[in-house]
């Protein structure tokens, strides 16, 4: 049975997860997200490397990581994730950046630690609790050997991000893109795959469902996420929504209301 249970608090979402068919698209997160397999074996790829969590193991994936996922076999898997914005992971950590460089490790009191975040965003804890769960939280993160002194973006990438993100409501326009950095067409594409690992209409896409997460989580509002980013109609926006989350746009936002 396939089942995706999205809850919200003040900074943290929050996602409990079944499932055995169903397989997520690549995709990436704007967030950090780190999480835990409790039952099964859940299989990956990160960076184009195959990845396997078994039980218990702490999944690690930095802002922006591409990557897919699915069940192992048909005994499927149930597991958590937290998504941690940047910008609240760099106040929790006196401004350093954190980033990972091991994408599943077995800690026993970070895995825990996990599962009671989790829980308390789930279950609509006192946000206090949430607050000393979240500190206690980046303390383990900041202990283990996965933090390393801020790197640099490539210029190239940067730019060519920061010229999607600005038009989001419009259709990709490569030739405009290609114009920019005096690339070909095909020479952008080719750039972009080999500095991000997935392709910009790929990137494009996954960033204007993502933002269309955040406009339905802040407005309540599925139609005007459909128009502010340039999404066809409804159903593609499900399509690719549910591609992503597990879920439609419209089940998501019920799960918040």
């Known amino acids: 049975m396939e089942q995706f249970n999205y809850k919200k608090s003040a900074e943290i979402l929050a996602l409990s997860a079944s499932m055995t068919d169903f397989t997520y698209k690549k995709h990436c997160h704007e967030e950090y997200a780190v999480g835990v397999t409790l039952r099964g074996i859940q299989q990956y790829t990160l960076d184009g490397s195959r990845q396997a969590s078994h039980r218990n193991g702490v999944m690690l994936f930095n802002p922006e990581q591409i990557h897919d996922g699915s069940s192992y076999d048909r005994a499927g898997i149930d597991y958590v994730m937290l998504y941690l914005k940047p910008d609240l992971m760099a106040e929790l950590l006196g401004k350093q950046e954190l980033r990972f460089t091991t994408p599943i490790v077995y800690d026993r009191e970070l895995a825990q630690c996990i599962c009671n975040l989790s829980h308390a965003v789930q279950s609509g804890a006192d946000e206090s609790l949430g607050s000393e ?31 999607m993100y600005c038009s989001l409501d419009q259709v990709l326009r490569l030739d405009d893109l290609a114009r920019e950095f005096n690339l070909s067409k095909y020479q952008f594409i080719r750039e972009f795959k080999a500095h991000t690992g997935t392709s910009p209409y790929q990137f494009f896409l996954n960033c204007k469902v993502e933002h269309a997460r955040q406009s339905i989580e802040k407005n309540k509002d599925i139609y005007s996420a459909v128009a502010a980013f340039g999404f066809t109609d409804l159903t593609h926006l499900n399509r690719h929504f549910k591609s992503v989350y597990g879920l439609t746009a419209y089940e998501y936002m019920s799960q918040l209301a």
Do not use: C, D, G, Y
């Open 133 to 163: 769960l979240l500190v206690q939280l980046s303390n383990l993160l900041s202990h283990t050997e996965i933090q390393t002194p801020r790197r640099m973006n490539n210029a190239f990438v940067t730019k060519a991000k920061e010229m």
